[in-house]
């Protein structure tokens, strides 16, 4: 078997049912499998998307192991000389799955390989590509100077901002949102560290990776990661988790580093984790006094494009949903850029969801156009017509 695709689930089963429909049709033509683990949702995940995909495996866990462990019951089960580890709330474009496939053949020392992630907007998200991120690099990224010069490759190592976007390139961490591996490489290296309960796992594997000489690379192939649908980023338990990590994997690496330089590091991790945690706080205490904020928060207006019948259907939905929405009936032919001859001359200020139909428009389509125009305030959504369900980033609506 040539490829297997694992994904863990947490409560997100309207993302996780877009993401294998993406994936079915990224591995048309592809020896492959899918795994789905389910740790322990509370939402019905797999009774929800398993009379659609009848091929996945699905593997129903009775507690919330975490993404290490989770992924690595279902490495043990997988057959596949390539493991792709992907997140519920991604979108595959058609072509990346193939690409990256092609290249690791291509490249028998890379062990692991990872992609251009869009963001909602269009953007590019910066942790595409990443650094291994040893006590020099975090403590520039802490101070601000990798932001400061994005081009610099000694300051700007964290997100290696300085290669480019439009090439492949050799990068130290691959994002765990999308990662494929070599199964040789794992057998040699070992699996996912189950000391990881979230975050920290997909750089601590990397490192481990790049020890044992082998590659890692970033190709210009997209994915759309909404980034964190199955986490709540605002919450104590983000801060906790992301910041634990973050002190395992440089005790685990950098545990014998000199004090003078592994002490400032460590207090700079806590501090930031008490920052966020002091800013949570008080976020939450503005709300409960009323003053969350002056001027009430205006509704996104909505822009749907697809075939007639698709159109038919969202004029329902947002009719039910007392949406402010426009209509485009279109394809890729009749609309060769999209919505951007649409939103280019609307004010700004307003969000905007342009929600393409997925029956009309591929998902290479969306995300082409979609990362060709990132608009300030534009966000991308999708309206599937078979499940006749609406997603963005911030909500579900059937």
Same mark, same amino acid.
């Given at each position: 078997?040539?490829?297997?695709?694992?994904?863990?689930?947490?409560?997100?089963?309207?993302?996780?049912?877009?993401c294998?429909?993406?994936?079915?049709?990224?591995?048309?033509?592809?020896?492959?499998?899918? /795994?789905?683990?389910?740790?322990?949702?509370?939402?019905?995940?797999?009774?929800?998307?398993?009379?659609?995909?009848?091929?996945?495996?699905y593997?129903?866990?009775?507690h919330?192991?975490?993404?290490?462990?989770?992924?690595?019951?279902?490495?043990?089960?997988?057959? #596949?000389?390539?493991?792709l580890?992907?997140?519920?709330?991604?979108?595959?474009?058609?072509?990346?799955?193939?690409?990256?496939l092609?290249?690791?053949?291509?490249?028998?020392? @890379?062990?692991?390989?990872?992609?251009?992630?869009?963001?909602?907007?269009?953007?590019?998200?910066?942790?595409?590509?990443?650094?291994?991120?040893t006590?020099t690099?975090?403590?520039?990224?802490?101070?601000?100077?990798?932001?400061?010069?994005?081009?610099?490759?000694?300051?700007?190592?964290?997100?290696?901002?300085?290669?480019?976007?439009?090439?492949?390139?050799?990068?130290?961490?691959?994002? #765990?949102?999308?990662?494929?591996?070599?199964?040789? +490489?794992?057998?040699?290296?070992?699996?996912?560290?189950?000391?990881?309960?979230?975050? #920290?796992?997909?750089?601590?594997?990397?490192?481990?990776?790049?020890?044992?000489e082998?590659?890692?690379?970033?190709?210009?192939?997209?994915?759309?990661?909404?980034?964190?649908?199955?986490?709540?980023k605002?919450?104590?338990?983000?801060?906790?988790? /992301?910041?634990?990590?973050?002190?395992?994997?440089?005790?685990?690496?950098?545990?014998g580093?000199?004090?003078?330089?592994?002490?400032?590091?460590?207090? @700079?991790?806590?501090?930031?984790?008490?920052? +966020?945690?002091?800013?949570?706080?008080?976020?939450?205490?503005r709300?409960?006094?009323?003053?969350?904020?002056?001027?009430?928060?205006?509704?996104?207006?909505?822009?749907?494009?697809?075939?007639?019948? @698709?159109? @038919?259907?969202?004029?329902?939905? +947002?009719?039910?949903?007392?949406?402010?929405?426009?209509?485009?009936? #279109?394809?890729?032919?009749?609309?060769?850029?999209?919505?951007?001859?649409?939103?280019?001359?609307?004010?700004?200020?307003?969000?905007?969801?342009?929600?393409?139909?997925?029956?009309?428009?591929?998902?290479?389509?969306?995300?082409?156009?979609?990362?060709?125009?990132?608009?300030?305030?534009?966000?991308?959504?999708?309206?599937?017509?078979?499940?006749?369900?609406?997603?963005?980033a911030?909500?579900?609506?059937?």
């Open positions: 078997m040539k490829l297997s695709v694992i994904i863990v689930n947490y409560n997100v089963k309207h993302y996780l049912y877009q294998l429909d993406s994936v079915y049709k990224a591995i048309e033509g592809i020896d492959a499998e899918v /795994f789905v683990v389910d740790n322990h949702s509370h939402d019905d995940s797999v009774e929800y998307v398993q009379h659609k995909f009848k091929t996945v495996n593997i129903e866990s009775n919330n192991l975490g993404f290490a462990r989770a992924n690595n019951i279902a490495i043990r089960q997988s057959e #596949g000389e390539y493991v580890l992907l997140n519920p709330d991604t979108v595959v474009a058609e072509n990346t799955i193939h690409h990256t092609e290249f690791m053949d291509q490249h028998p020392d @890379a062990g692991s390989a990872g992609v251009m992630m869009l963001r909602d907007d269009g953007t590019k998200a910066p942790e595409s590509r990443r650094g291994i991120p006590p690099t975090a403590f520039y990224k802490m101070t601000g100077l990798c932001q400061r010069y994005p081009n610099s490759r000694r300051f700007a190592r964290y997100y290696m901002s300085y290669l480019p976007w439009d090439e492949p390139a050799e990068i130290e961490i691959v994002s #765990g949102a999308y990662c494929m591996l070599r199964r040789q +490489a794992l057998d040699k290296v070992g699996l996912l560290d189950d000391d990881f309960f979230m975050y #920290g796992e997909d750089i601590d594997l990397s490192y481990r990776l790049l020890l044992a082998y590659h890692n690379w970033y190709l210009p192939e997209t994915i759309l990661h909404y980034k964190g649908e199955s986490t709540q605002s919450s104590f338990r983000y801060v906790h988790v /992301f910041y634990e990590a973050m002190l395992i994997f440089f005790r685990k690496h950098f545990g580093t000199s004090f003078f330089i592994s002490l400032p590091i460590k207090m @700079a991790i806590f501090v930031k984790a008490t920052l +966020a945690l002091v800013h949570i706080k008080m976020s939450e205490l709300k409960s006094l009323g003053f969350s904020s002056r001027h009430r928060k205006r509704e996104p207006e909505y822009l749907f494009i697809g075939s007639t019948a @698709a159109i @038919a259907q969202c004029k329902k939905l +947002a009719r039910r949903k007392g949406l402010t929405a426009q209509f485009q009936v #279109g394809s890729p032919q009749t609309l060769p850029e999209g919505h951007y001859p649409l939103v280019a001359d609307l004010d700004t200020k307003t969000m905007r969801y342009v929600v393409y139909d997925t029956e009309t428009f591929s998902y290479q389509d969306i995300l082409t156009l979609m990362a060709k125009h990132p608009e300030a305030n534009v966000h991308v959504g999708t309206y599937n017509p078979r499940s006749k369900t609406l997603i963005t911030e909500e579900v609506m059937k």
